[in-house]
């Protein structure tokens, strides 16, 4: 379905992704997991062809994407679902008209579309709330619109960016049972997440660091280097802010003097 | 599309209306240099059609002697026609051309009126050698030139049209810059919302076209309240003109030719719109 071969994406001889390789099977679901800044965004984004690798080989299906013309991009991005990180709704555009975009792009008429999107909401659990705009939404049901925006077009593959983030435990496990029964009607699922917490010994896992695959679990064993990413970052962001108030409180010293 | 394009206009009415204001007021400039034109053809068509030589006598010359001197015309061979207005012809035309106002038709009598008659050469520049066998008459008071006339009115109108093209251009050039300033601040605002679009697979003619569209939805808007006003108001003046230049057969002017030209401006401001929107999308929407 997916398969990258040793690819490597640089930013100025910054090596982003180092030789990264896996083969993603369709209908399968897979976590892409490591802490923040270890690529996992980039991988997307190259899936989507947002970026370019500098070296290294993507085919998604049949396409190679390197290969890939310009003009065929918008069509591979109708193939692959997004839901992005930073969830990417528009705040002037109500919960349906958000679900409804995509499908504008491929010449459906508003009333089609209108209706394909409240059917994808009502999948998601969001009946009732179409008319509204997503700030007038709670932070998990924002997710659920992103996530219907991503099935709308009925992709052949979704790829989820830390859709659980900004959530408490309880909703993130919502969104992935949401993300698992999709999972179950056929469509693969690719998602990047630094809580541990989340991921099942059910499922293959793909360990990032440092832009290069430290593990590639599968199913069903257990991983050698499981550890909680979201609270290495939690801990990283302490030690970053006891820096800053050291250096504060050093400067205002010197000031003193 | 259509929807697209409504929402984008009503979110910065401002903006709006700048552009449609500038397209407006280089549309007004337009349609009042093109009434100019169109009227100054027609100006110089109806003295180009008037009798090139114009010989008025003297009250005491008489028929025979004035037969006389069209004979010495016609033997210069440089004539192709010649006709002589006797002082009761040239009060019937006077009365036709002021029928609407008695009191200047009391005043005149066929006495005050001279005889004259109408020259046509074969070529424009046998004009002056047959205005030189005139000339010397003592029957003659006046001769007119149609020519000088003419030509007068060619220099003007030339220089009016010079310089109405250059504040055209300067127009379209402002309203191109505004249009372009206008849609690219639209971009930049967007931009996010277009990165979104186009991550989820817009394609790069959906995301342009709204702009485009934009671009041709103020020069329509501009090009019928420039174009429609100047129209409206030179009907509605028509009459004054026609009575400051009776005489001179340039009315009326057929609506529908200024339907044309409407027509044509609409067109042309819906081009220019698009024009400036694509350039701003060149530049903003890589």
Same mark, same amino acid.
């Given at each position: 379905?997916?398969?990258?071969?040793?690819?490597?994406?640089?930013? *100025?001889?910054? =090596?982003? %992704?180092?030789?990264?390789?896996?083969?993603?099977?369709?209908?399968?679901?897979?976590?892409?997991? &490591?802490?923040?800044?270890?690529?996992?965004?980039?991988?997307?984004?190259?899936?989507?062809?947002?970026?370019?690798?500098?070296?290294?080989?993507?085919?998604?299906?049949?396409?190679? %994407?390197?290969?890939?013309?310009?003009?065929?991009? =918008?069509?591979?991005?109708?193939?692959?679902?997004?839901?992005?990180?930073?969830?990417?709704?528009?705040?002037?555009?109500?919960?349906?008209?958000?679900?409804?975009?995509?499908?504008?792009?491929?010449?459906?008429?508003?009333?089609?579309?209108?209706?394909?999107?409240?059917?994808? !909401?009502?999948?998601?659990?969001?009946?009732?709330?179409?008319?509204?705009? =997503?700030?007038?939404?709670?932070? &998990?049901?924002?997710?659920?619109?992103?996530?219907?925006?991503?099935?709308?077009?009925? =992709?052949?593959?979704? !790829? *989820?960016?830390?859709?659980?983030?900004? %959530?408490?435990?309880?909703?993130?496990?919502?969104?992935?049972?949401?993300?698992?029964?999709?999972?179950?009607?056929?469509?693969?699922?690719?998602?990047?997440?630094?809580?541990?917490?989340?991921?099942?010994? *059910?499922?293959?896992?793909?360990?990032?660091?440092?832009?290069?695959?430290?593990?590639?679990?599968?199913?069903?064993?257990?991983?050698?280097?499981?550890?909680?990413?979201?609270?290495?970052?939690?801990?990283?962001?302490?030690?970053?802010?006891?820096?800053?108030? &050291?250096?504060?409180?050093?400067?205002?010293?010197?000031?003193?003097? | 599309?259509?929807?697209?394009?409504?929402?984008?206009?009503?979110?910065?009415?401002?903006?709006?209306? @700048?552009?449609?204001?500038?397209?407006?007021?280089?549309?007004?400039?337009?349609?009042?240099?093109?009434?100019?034109?169109?009227? @100054?053809?027609?100006?110089?068509?109806?003295?180009?059609?008037? /009798?090139?030589?114009?010989?008025?006598?003297?009250? @005491?010359?008489?028929?025979?002697?004035?037969?006389?001197?069209?004979?010495?015309?016609?033997?210069?061979?440089?004539?192709?026609?010649?006709?002589?207005?006797?002082?009761?012809?040239?009060?019937?035309?006077?009365?036709?051309?002021?029928?609407?106002?008695?009191?200047?038709?009391?005043?005149?009598?066929?006495?005050?009126?001279?005889?004259?008659?109408?020259?046509?050469?074969?070529?424009?520049?046998?004009?002056?050698?047959?205005?030189?066998?005139?000339?010397?008459?003592?029957?003659? $008071?006046?001769?007119?030139?149609?020519?000088?006339?003419?030509?007068?009115?060619?220099?003007?109108?030339?220089?009016?049209?010079?310089?109405?093209?250059?504040?055209?251009?300067?127009?379209?050039?402002?309203?191109?810059?505004?249009?372009?300033?206008?849609?690219?601040?639209?971009?930049?605002?967007?931009?996010? $919302?277009? $990165?979104?679009?186009?991550?989820? +697979?817009?394609?790069?003619?959906?995301?342009?076209? /709204?702009?485009?569209?934009?671009?041709?939805?103020?020069?329509?808007?501009?090009?019928?309240?420039? +174009?429609?006003?100047?129209?409206?108001?030179?009907?509605?003046?028509? /009459?004054?003109?026609?009575?400051?230049?009776? +005489?001179?057969?340039?009315?009326?002017?057929?609506?529908?030719?200024?339907? $044309?030209?409407?027509?044509?401006?609409?067109?042309?401001?819906?081009?220019?719109?698009?024009?400036?929107?694509?350039?701003?999308?060149?530049?903003?929407?890589?």
């Amino acid at each position: 379905m997916i398969e990258f071969k040793d690819v490597t994406k640089k930013y *100025a001889d910054d =090596p982003v %992704l180092d030789k990264v390789s896996f083969l993603i099977d369709k209908g399968s679901f897979v976590y892409l997991v &490591g802490p923040t800044g270890s690529g996992k965004t980039t991988v997307f984004r190259l899936i989507i062809r947002d970026i370019m690798p500098t070296e290294g080989a993507i085919t998604l299906g049949d396409w190679d %994407l390197l290969s890939l013309p310009r003009s065929r991009v =918008p069509h591979l991005r109708r193939r692959v679902g997004v839901v992005f990180q930073d969830l990417r709704l528009l705040i002037d555009r109500t919960v349906a008209e958000n679900v409804m975009l995509p499908l504008e792009f491929s010449g459906m008429s508003e009333q089609e579309a209108r209706e394909k999107a409240e059917t994808v !909401l009502s999948e998601v659990g969001l009946e009732g709330k179409f008319d509204k705009f =997503p700030l007038q939404l709670s932070g &998990g049901e924002r997710q659920r619109v992103a996530i219907a925006r991503a099935l709308v077009f009925e =992709p052949e593959i979704i !790829l *989820a960016d830390e859709p659980t983030g900004n %959530l408490d435990l309880e909703t993130s496990f919502q969104i992935l049972d949401l993300l698992q029964t999709i999972n179950k009607k056929g469509t693969t699922v690719f998602m990047a997440t630094h809580n541990n917490k989340l991921i099942s010994e *059910a499922t293959r896992v793909i360990i990032l660091e440092s832009g290069k695959i430290i593990e590639d679990k599968k199913p069903g064993k257990k991983s050698e280097k499981k550890r909680n990413f979201q609270d290495e970052d939690k801990l990283e962001d302490r030690e970053d802010k006891t820096k800053e108030t &050291g250096e504060k409180i050093k400067l205002e010293t010197l000031a003193k003097k | 599309m259509i929807s697209t394009v409504s929402k984008y206009v009503r979110r910065s009415p401002y903006q709006a209306l @700048s552009a449609a204001l500038i397209m407006g007021l280089t549309f007004f400039a337009i349609t009042v240099f093109s009434i100019l034109t169109i009227l @100054s053809i027609r100006f110089i068509s109806y003295f180009e059609t008037r /009798p090139q030589l114009t010989v008025f006598f003297k009250d @005491s010359a008489t028929r025979e002697e004035i037969r006389d001197l069209e004979k010495n015309l016609s033997d210069t061979g440089k004539t192709s026609s010649i006709k002589y207005v006797s002082k009761e012809e040239a009060l019937a035309i006077y009365r036709e051309q002021n029928k609407s106002d008695p009191i200047l038709l009391d005043l005149v009598t066929a006495d005050i009126l001279p005889a004259s008659i109408e020259v046509q050469a074969t070529q424009a520049e046998f004009l002056a050698g047959l205005a030189g066998v005139v000339r010397g008459s003592p029957l003659v $008071e006046e001769v007119i030139f149609q020519k000088d006339i003419v030509d007068t009115l060619i220099s003007w109108t030339n220089a009016a049209r010079r310089l109405g093209i250059a504040i055209i251009a300067i127009l379209v050039t402002v309203s191109v810059l505004v249009i372009i300033t206008i849609i690219g601040i639209k971009i930049t605002v967007r931009r996010e $919302e277009i $990165e979104t679009m186009r991550l989820l +697979g817009a394609t790069n003619w959906f995301i342009r076209a /709204p702009f485009l569209l934009e671009g041709a939805f103020y020069g329509l808007l501009g090009s019928l309240a420039g +174009g429609g006003l100047v129209i409206g108001l030179f009907y509605y003046f028509s /009459p004054s003109f026609e009575s400051f230049l009776r +005489g001179v057969a340039i009315f009326p002017i057929s609506p529908l030719m200024m339907l $044309e030209l409407l027509a044509i401006e609409v067109i042309v401001a819906c081009l220019l719109g698009v024009f400036a929107s694509y350039l701003a999308v060149l530049r903003y929407l890589k």
